[in-house]
């Protein structure tokens, strides 16, 4: 079956542009996640969106991220007045509750350069 | 101090070899513990997962847990160059509320032929 999908797979914006990037989970997950991967930092947790509840927003690094999961299903995240600290791979994941262990299915990431 | 440590390499070996990539962690509230590979502009894929202590096998795979001295390790027997990517380990609570996972940094492995 299809995995999860992000668009675009590359994206070059100039320092104080806005993005947005776009995330499509595996139907009938409805556990969404957003991570960031930095060269050499591993993965950071941005986002997390559970069904109808509230987003767990902790990882957020500044009110300049935000996100929104529209539906129960597609996500994006939205950087305003990108900084060139911003560039990463955005990766989304998506997970079912069936599982004890939260396998996290991820998409291929978004890699943004700012410059 | 991060949460995670992992040695981010790169660990160059040939093929044939006994490969070990390790973690250390200081959350002693993690309960479960994974492994995800990830090849090169790909996104990460599950590997192996563990909740307790000991050891659990998979093929040319061992994934170890000690969580009285908070490490865990992998193990890839017989390693080949198509086991060449970044490894990253992982861990999780089960608290319904606490559903991401922390990472370490990942180990890039080269597996030369």
């Known amino acids: 079956g299809a995995g999860v999908s992000q668009s675009p797979s590359n994206k070059v914006t100039e320092k104080g542009k806005d993005v947005e990037l776009r995330c499509d989970p595996i139907s009938g997950h409805t556990a969404l996640y957003w991570y960031r991967q930095s060269l050499g930092q591993g993965l950071e947790f941005l986002i997390y969106f559970q069904g109808n509840s509230a987003p767990d927003k902790s990882g957020l690094p500044s009110d300049r991220f935000s996100a929104e999961r529209t539906g129960g299903s597609v996500s994006t995240l939205t950087i305003q007045r990108t900084q060139q600290e911003d560039s990463a791979v955005y990766l989304c994941?998506?997970?079912?509750?069936?599982?004890?262990?939260?396998?996290?299915?991820f998409g291929p990431g978004t890699r943004l350069t700012v410059l | 101090q991060k949460e995670v440590e992992q040695d981010p390499g790169p660990l160059s070996v040939p093929e044939g070899a006994i490969v070990s990539l390790n973690c250390t962690y200081s959350?002693?509230?993690?309960?479960?513990f994974m492994w995800y590979r990830q090849y090169s502009r790909k996104g990460p894929e599950l590997l192996m997962y563990t909740y307790s202590s000991g050891n659990k096998e998979d093929g040319r795979f061992t994934a170890q847990v000690d969580k009285s001295s908070k490490y865990i390790s992998l193990f890839i027997r017989d390693s080949q160059p198509s086991d060449s990517a970044t490894y990253l380990c992982a861990m999780g609570h089960m608290d319904t509320g606490r559903r991401a996972l922390t990472f370490g940094s990942g180990t890039r492995l080269q597996v030369q032929p």
């Open positions: 994941a998506s997970s079912s509750w069936t599982s004890d262990y939260n396998e996290q299915f």
């Open positions: 959350n002693s509230a993690f309960q479960y």
